[in-house]
């Protein structure tokens, strides 16, 4: 049984994404994947899919989808979303079944930039290097979704017991501080420059997509002249080009380049970050590479507690209360 | 041969990688320490290593900050001992034509007037380098080539221009590359090439191997035109 469904709006940006390919950056291929991996990795435990599950990537443009065929459970997880079914609010972090003749409606809330919209079924897209991945900046495999695109889910099931709304949790909401490594080029700034990074507020610009974020505030002058050799950049680096603004690169990043790399986003708030929307305010904080690594930690254990507590939070309130008497053994004979 | 015995510099990347570090020039023997720490890591492997990146003179190794953590990767990289040359096997020679001018080169008056020199002879040097594919980086199957002559060396432009077509030929520094799909560049734009370094529908994508040798050789417009309307043909 399959789900089809047709695009009636879509925003910039909009996009199919996996988990990504991994491995490919010594051939300057990213791994691109969602932009927030923490959210997407809250869907995927919400509509029970596996390791190679894809989902849609809703930029803050939003998205409206019409189901033409099947019915298919469904979830929504990322930012805070105005999220509504035929016109019924839903919370905007939920699971619902869809049903064929029904219209989803994806408009940007009050907060974040990126939520991921999927399915207990398969989306069928392009495969690139054993990818889903949409790479929007080379169109190697596939394109972003667009009004008049077709989205045909197969294997779609119906699963009731997936239903559910879900709290947005603070760790998944942009904090407006967002902890860096310095380095690896942090000696091509002076010590002004390096103090100004982390004493005085930035802004994030418009200049913000899938390969990176370029925020605005203290110029970050080269003290010399660079002609260095392009080498491997990284998720999270803060790059610094000619023009003194730093780019945060972000999923589709360029493998390599040849700007200074005054710092690196921490792996703990990179997700975080881009929930930010333009003209929010940056507080960047310096850590150590140990710090950072038990950050890391710390972050990915609070995700895993979430992520178990979302079996006890199916279902309707009766739904949940029953499930607790049973485990505390008090409940009728017809269980 | 003490002088290719060299201990690399180790430098944190963020809190889940690290640069090893050989040196910061565009060298053969540099980049042939990196290709050997390449393999060896490789062959070592590391508890929590996830990705290698080989460059012109740095080796970025990658890690799961939930496993490991930077003093464990790069003692274990440092217990890995100096890395010797490779033995430089000489790779393979592809011939890669370019069209100069006729509205396909947008900064070649632009170089020739940064470096003194006239248009012709910009094509001249750019035509007698010998060049080494030393990596790939920055966008799929973007090849990094080594070995621009010296008198047409320049530095990137100070901010990225958008939207750069596939094909284009360009240097900076003593690097030069033909782009492979439409991206941003600080680059100098010098030339078109139909040649195609990126292949996606090819059981090997990426035809050209690290090591491999490029020679650029000049094709007319009508050439050009010619092999460019082929290639979208196929």
């Not at chain 1, 780019?247 to 380049?257: E, F, K, R, S």
């Not at chain 2, 001249?124 to 920055?138: E, K, R």
């Not at chain 2, 240097?171 to 010098?190: E, N, R, S």
């Amino acid at each position: 049984m399959s789900a089809k469904f047709t695009v009636s709006f879509a925003g910039p940006l909009v996009s199919v994404q996996d988990d990504g390919r991994a491995g490919f950056m010594r051939f300057g291929v990213p791994r691109s994947g969602p932009m927030d991996r923490t959210s997407f990795a809250v869907l995927r435990r919400a509509l029970e899919q596996n390791e190679g599950f894809a989902a849609i990537e809703v930029s803050i443009g939003g998205m409206v989808l019409k189901c033409t065929e099947g019915n298919v459970t469904a979830g929504f997880v990322g930012g805070n979303f105005s999220v509504s079914l035929d016109g019924q609010p839903q919370s905007p972090w939920s699971v619902f079944t869809i049903r064929a003749g029904s219209t989803l409606t994806i408009r940007p809330g009050l907060e974040g930039s990126w939520g991921y919209l999927g399915f207990c079924g398969k989306i069928n897209s392009s495969d690139w290097l054993g990818s889903q991945a949409t790479h929007l900046a080379s169109g190697l495999c596939g394109h972003p979704l667009a009004a008049g695109a077709t989205i045909e889910v197969s294997e779609a099931k119906v699963e009731a017991g997936f239903t559910c709304s879900l709290p947005i949790p603070d760790f998944a909401r942009f904090s407006g501080n967002v902890r860096i490594v310095p380095g690896p080029q942090d000696d091509c700034f002076a010590p002004e420059t390096l103090g100004a990074l982390v004493s005085e507020p930035y802004e994030v610009t418009q200049d913000y997509d899938r390969m990176g974020m370029r925020l605005k505030g203290p110029s970050l002058t080269i003290a010399e002249e660079l002609s260095m050799p392009s080498e491997a950049l990284v998720r999270g680096a803060v790059q610094v080009p000619g023009h003194g603004d730093p780019i945060v690169l972000l999923a589709d990043h360029q493998t390599t380049g040849g700007y200074p790399k005054i710092a690196t986003v921490i792996t703990a708030d990179q997700d975080q970050l881009t929930q930010a929307r333009a003209r929010d305010k940056v507080r960047l904080v310096s850590v150590t590479p140990s710090e950072a690594v038990k950050l890391a930690r710390a972050q990915h254990a609070k995700v895993t507690t979430y992520l178990e507590s979302i079996a006890e939070l199916r279902g309707t309130f009766e739904d949940r209360l029953r499930r607790s008497n049973l485990i505390s053994g008090v409940v009728g004979d017809e269980f | 041969m003490n002088q290719s015995l060299i201990e690399p510099a180790i430098q944190p990347v963020g809190d889940s990688g690290l640069m090893v570090r050989f040196g910061a020039a565009v060298d053969p023997d540099i980049h042939a320490q990196v290709l050997e720490a390449d393999s060896a890591i490789s062959a070592a492997g590391i508890e929590g290593v996830t990705e290698l990146i080989p460059s012109f003179a740095a080796l970025f190794v990658g890690y799961d900050p939930l496993q490991t953590d930077f003093e464990t990767v790069a003692a274990a990289v440092r217990a890995l001992g100096p890395m010797k040359s490779k033995e430089r096997t000489s790779g393979q020679i592809w011939q890669v034509p370019v069209c100069y001018g006729d509205g396909l080169s947008p900064d070649l008056a632009e170089v020739a007037a940064r470096t003194g020199l006239s248009e012709e002879e910009v094509i001249n040097a750019h035509l007698s380098g010998d060049y080494l594919l030393y990596m790939y980086g920055f966008a799929p199957g973007y090849a990094y080539l080594g070995g621009v002559p010296k008198e047409i060396q320049l530095p990137r432009k100070t901010a990225p221009v958008r939207d750069i077509p596939a094909g284009a030929v360009m240097i900076a520094g003593p690097q030069a590359l033909v782009t492979t799909i439409k991206m941003p560049t600080g680059w100098w734009i010098i030339g078109q090439s139909p040649f195609q370094f990126l292949r996606p529908g090819e059981d090997n994508p990426f035809p050209l191997a690290v090591g491999d040798r490029v020679q650029f050789t000049r094709m007319s417009r009508d050439e050009y035109e010619r092999a460019a309307g082929q290639g979208a043909k196929r």
